[in-house]
């Protein structure tokens, strides 16, 4: 264990008698772009919560850096470790999206206030998610797609050199999905280690380092994006997979939908 | 770099709201201070005072008649700052709670503080202990014991597979109150004789104090003032769900065991001195949050001072509205304090849900 990465070893999650995740072995790496898909139910937001030390394995454990991820307080994990739910219930009411961003700052907060460092972070976070216009709005006015982007940047400002995301894309249209994931890109490129839960296997595929399938609670597949056979992909998942090429690269469809 | 400077420029009107609303609470606090000191049978002009108090501090002999120095300094002093230091406790409390439980109409006494506080000062009064040990303040003493251990139970109710569970806190703190509101009850049933020392300690009060008193008030309540201050990145935390606020770093358990703790300590200073006073906690935290926002540390620090200023002014009131004696001081924060309240659901309605 004394390679760089945020990684789970032979892990298990067991609730009551319903095992979650059965001998599940991961390893996130600085500079890449871990999609995990799969069926509904399979374990995959579980894994992701595994992984950014919201749960403890019932066996197993998980390491940052060759260190337990559970000897690291709440403050320092949070420093390396950022995480976004899907659904967020309850929305604060009456903060400013600046507020918001903000929050993101607390495990490297002062207790007692806020330094310049993290204001130039936050106006940074804002600009880079083009939040410039709102920053000052009441977060609880905006829409999910301009919400959405608050949270990523918030994910921006927390400075986490490992980003976990639950499904980023499923309440946002068209192309604030695209920007999103092409922002996602943006980080694994810039050195951020970035694993993301996403049911959209084009977008999977497409913006993906790596592929890892997650099925009945174990880790089916791991496999380069690039070398991927969709078709034992499509198989696993229950439907069939078509390739396409577009501008001379391959991207994935779901085929079924059309009417013959 | 134009979006940049827009959001900067932007930022800064809200932190000159908050000085404005600092500076204008704290006059407002200051001149209520200075007018309830003032007023009286004897009044004392702000020069008077001032020169007093200058004089006690200074050493010097009094340059001013020593009856008018003996009123302000021994009688009206204390009493007053005594209902700033509740005042401000109940405020804060009721603005830490408001956060904790996502709710507005959450006040200092929801968790079980007031029944708690109730049974202790009613179990004392009926008790018939000897006049020594009322005056030494074993009904404050009990009400504060009364009022922590109620918050106690209705926490160890909330546990639940090693966490709080914030909506059980507020069913358990519900049972707690209305157990400890029977207890009470009965007691009061069977004591007939001593009904009307326990209602006005209920109805709330500040005749019976002195520095001594202030004293034993003010040390929990600037203990756990200032560890709510310090709480107030936190419970901006809890506004986000619990998976949220971990995320960034938060240990959500201790924030909310130090929430509830905090709170109640100060809750239960202020009760213990002055009895059940109703509406601060609740009218305070909404009207402040109404004039810089949610965030938490600074709704607390002006929430404190507001509640400190409506507090010196509803005893002043209870002070000099009734030719012979007071009027509970809990019967002027409800009777100004429900219409206010309406008035603002009314402005505000439709925003609430």
């Known amino acids: ?260 | 770099m134009s979006v940049w400077a827009l959001s900067r420029a932007r930022a800064r009107p809200a932190g000159h709201r908050t000085l404005a609303a600092g500076t204008a609470l704290g006059l407002l606090l200051l001149s209520s201070v200075v007018l309830a000191v003032g007023f009286g049978r004897v009044a004392i002009s702000p020069a008077d005072q001032l020169t007093i108090i200058v004089d006690r501090l200074g050493g010097r002999p009094a340059s001013i008649d020593p009856r008018i120095a003996s009123i302000l300094l021994d009688i009206r002093l204390p009493r007053v700052v005594l209902a700033a230091v509740t005042g401000a406790a109940l405020a804060a409390a009721g603005a830490a709670l408001q956060g904790l439980f996502r709710n507005p109409l959450a006040d200092p006494y929801l968790v079980g503080v007031s029944s708690g506080a109730s049974l202790g000062a009613v179990l004392t009064l009926t008790l018939g202990l000897s006049p020594v040990l009322y005056a030494a303040g074993a009904v404050q003493a009990a009400a504060f014991i009364g009022a922590l251990v109620a918050v106690g139970l209705a926490m160890l109710f909330a546990q639940a597979g090693g966490r709080t569970s914030v909506p059980s806190l507020l069913l358990a703190g519900i049972a707690v109150a209305a157990l400890g509101g029977a207890v009470t009850s009965y007691l009061l049933f069977f004591h007939g004789e001593r009904i009307f020392a326990a209602f006005a300690w209920l109805l709330g009060g500040f005749n019976a104090s002195d520095w001594p008193l202030v004293a034993r008030v003010s040390l929990p309540a600037a203990v756990g003032l200032a560890g709510l201050v310090a709480l107030g990145p936190s419970l901006d935390l809890l506004q986000l769900d619990e998976e949220a606020a971990r995320a960034r770093g938060l240990r959500v358990e201790a924030a909310k065991v130090a929430t509830v703790g905090l709170a109640s300590l100060v809750t239960a200073a202020a009760v213990s001195a002055a009895g059940l006073i109703a509406f601060v906690g609740l009218v305070a935290p909404h009207v402040v949050r109404l004039l810089v926002g949610p965030e938490h540390r600074r709704l607390l620090v002006l929430s404190a001072i507001g509640g400190a200023a409506f507090l010196v002014v509803a005893d002043l009131v209870a002070r000099v509205a009734l030719s012979e004696g007071d009027l509970p001081v809990g019967v002027v924060t409800a009777a100004v304090g429900g219409p206010f309240f309406l008035a603002l659901l009314w402005s505000r309605r439709g925003r609430l849900g």
Do not use: C
């Not at chain 1, 390679?3 to 979650?20: D, F, N, S």
């Not at chain 1, 749960?55 to 337990?68: H, K, M, N, T, W």
């Not at chain 1, 639950?166 to 951020?192: F, I, N, Q």
């Open chain 1, 1 to 260: 264990m004394t390679e760089a990465g945020l990684a789970v070893a032979r892990a298990w999650v067991t609730v009551g008698h319903k095992t979650i995740l059965a001998d599940v072995a991961l390893r996130l790496r600085p500079g890449e772009l871990v999609a995990v898909v799969g069926r509904n139910g399979a374990g995959k937001s579980t894994l992701l919560r595994l992984l950014a030390g919201l749960i403890v394995p019932s066996r197993g454990a998980v390491f940052l850096d060759a260190r337990a991820l559970g000897a690291l307080s709440a403050r320092e994990r949070a420093k390396r470790i950022g995480f976004l739910a899907p659904a967020r219930v309850p929305v604060p009411v009456g903060y400013t999206v600046r507020q918001i961003i903000g929050w993101a700052r607390f495990a490297r907060h002062s207790w007692w206030r806020s330094t310049g460092v993290d204001d130039r972070l936050v106006d940074g976070a804002i600009e880079a998610m083009e939040l410039g216009a709102l920053a000052e709005r009441p977060f609880d006015t905006l829409s999910d797609g301009e919400r959405q982007r608050v949270w990523l940047a918030g994910l921006l400002a927390q400075e986490a050199d490992y980003v976990l995301l639950d499904e980023p894309t499923s309440h946002l249209d068209a192309s604030h999905a695209v920007e999103g994931l092409r922002t996602l890109g943006g980080w694994a490129r810039a050195g951020k280690a970035v694993a993301v839960v996403l049911h959209d296997l084009d977008a999977a595929l497409a913006v993906a380092d790596r592929v890892v399938l997650i099925e009945a609670g174990r880790v089916a597949l791991d496999e380069p994006a690039e070398s991927l056979a969709t078709d034992e992909l499509g198989r696993r998942l229950g439907v069939r997979l078509a390739e396409v090429l577009v501008d001379g690269r391959r991207r994935v469809v779901v085929d079924g939908l059309v009417a013959s």
